[in-house]
């Protein structure tokens, strides 16, 4: 009876934790809309940044970030697919560590309908430049201006796929910590020591 009612509890946290970052991805100023994606560089070892979560699917376990096709973190992922995604939300007490399998996409009608929606505003122009983020400026600033040819300029997709959610709840009556493990067919939840 006990560990049916554990179950249901468990399975509640994950349905809630779905939620909550499509709740992100909708709301500015969520604390889950800026993901930390971290990478693997084969010279560097990890790497990681900020990024923006643009779309949540919870029925695919599938999330959206935009970047530039040329940055380092495509060329890392195109190597090496497995990635981990951190947020935290102070408001909430709750940080999320996301495995994840992360692929990029730069054509294709996923990457087309998003540009058409993107290439009148202002975000349009991180796609544009000349060039690649993390190129060599000699004063600071942008790189402005528009690369010959610019149609679509370089946005890219990535799709990341979760694998496993690994849930921290900090909570002055009592942490609690659980993972949710999406490899099988059959999702596997466990309560965990925090
Ligand atoms: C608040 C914030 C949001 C960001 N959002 C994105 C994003 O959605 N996509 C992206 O590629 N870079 C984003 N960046 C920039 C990255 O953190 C990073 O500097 C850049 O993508 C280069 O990363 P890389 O050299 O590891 O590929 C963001 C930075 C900040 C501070």
Sequence with gaps: MGSDRSGD???AQGT???AELVRAAGMH?????QLVLATT???RGAQARTVVLREVDPAARELVIYTDTRSPKV???DRDPRAQIVC???ALGWQLRLGCLVTSESDGLDVTSRWAMLRHTRAAQDYLSPLAPGSVLSVPGDSSGTAPGAV???FTLLRVQVQEMDWLSLD???HRRAVFDYRDAVPCARWLVP
């Design 88 to 90: 935290w939300s102070a």
């Design 29 to 33: 100023g969520h604390p889950w809309r």
């Design 9 to 11: 509890e468990l399975q």
């Design 41 to 43: 560089c084969a010279v």
């Design 16 to 18: 809630a934790l779905w």
């Design 152 to 154: 679509r300029g370089t």
């Design 172 to 174: 002055p009556t009592g």
């Design 75 to 77: 060329a890392q992922l």
